[in-house]
């Protein structure tokens, strides 16, 4: 892919859209040296939003840094072209995220991209590799333990997307505000020593439409899974990280969202056993601090 058909891809402001990672003397955070990391066989995460204040970059390197895996998926939205025709917004802080998936498919982590709706511009590349990044449409994933699941960002079932596009622009304007109010208050609390919270999470919960759009958006997309026989679906999307369990033709269909890294911050994982779980990041960070925070008494001792 040329610079130029990036541009074509994007908009005006591509010329200088750092997809190049950059030399390791230039990553504004390193990598830490001898991290322990927890193991995974598969990770799933979506909806990062690079390229747009919203994102969460710090909690999401912190995830990178302490966590590996077998398999990773992307599950779509990782970068938001939406945006980036609009504003050019890109801190180097999106750079070392884009160098450390670089880097772990160098180092032969199996990563899979399926493009969402806000990087759509990259659905037409689907098939091909790039970086030992594999870009899909869609992707089936075989569990350790002999489940199927369709993988997929989502937007297919979303009813706004597919009958009201202008309106989803309209709905995405009035998101990134909201985001920017949750930029400010988050901005406010870490100065204050408080941990991260979700300002826009915390109304989507409160709002009555939302959560009945969920829920259905939820039930279709179940509900696909079961017609093309899979044992269940991972999605992104509706940036609401959940799991469900539903009944098809009497079949039982797991729904699976791994949620986003603008609200709740949240990564879907496989353990080496099939077990799935969903992390909610900024609470294992509190609970990390809070380990280390018991742990400083022993280590004086000790020392």
Not at 129 to 146: E, S, Y
Not at 249 to 277: F, T
């Amino acid at each position: 892919m040329t610079s130029a058909d990036l541009k074509d891809l994007i908009g005006d402001n591509i010329a200088s859209f750092p997809l190049s990672p950059l030399p390791i003397s230039d990553l504004r955070i390193p990598e830490p040296e001898g991290n322990a990391r927890r193991s995974y066989r598969t990770i799933w995460i979506s909806d990062v939003h690079l390229g747009t204040q919203g994102c969460n970059a710090e909690l999401l390197i912190d995830f990178l840094d302490n966590v590996d895996s077998e398999t990773m998926y992307l599950v779509g939205d990782i970068i938001d072209g939406w945006r980036l025709k609009k504003k050019f917004y890109w801190p180097a802080a999106h750079n070392d995220i884009v160098w450390r998936i670089m880097k772990r498919a160098r180092r032969g982590t199996r990563v899979i991209y399926i493009p969402g709706n806000h990087d759509e511009m990259f659905r037409q590349f689907s098939g091909l590799d790039f970086g030992g990044i594999a870009i899909r449409r869609a992707a089936f994933h075989d569990t350790a333990d002999g489940r199927r699941l369709m993988v997929l960002h989502g937007d297919e079932f979303d009813a706004v997307m597919l009958s009201h596009r202008w309106l989803a622009f309209v709905g995405d304007h009035a998101y990134h505000l909201m985001m920017k109010l949750n930029h400010t208050v988050n901005a406010v609390r870490k100065a204050l020593g408080k941990p991260y919270w979700s300002l826009s999470k915390a109304a989507k919960h409160k709002v009555k439409n939302a959560v009945e759009f969920i829920g259905k958006y939820e039930e279709v997309v179940a509900r696909a899974a079961g017609e093309r026989g899979v044992d269940g679906v991972v999605c992104g999307h509706i940036h609401t990280a959940e799991f469900r369990a539903f009944e098809h033709h009497g079949k039982r269909i797991e729904y699976w969202n791994d949620g986003d890294w603008v609200e709740g911050c949240n990564a879907l994982v496989e353990h080496h056993d099939g077990r799935m779980e969903i992390l909610h990041w900024p609470e294992e960070m509190k609970r990390r601090a809070a380990d280390d925070v018991a742990a400083a008494p022993e280590a004086r001792e000790a020392a």
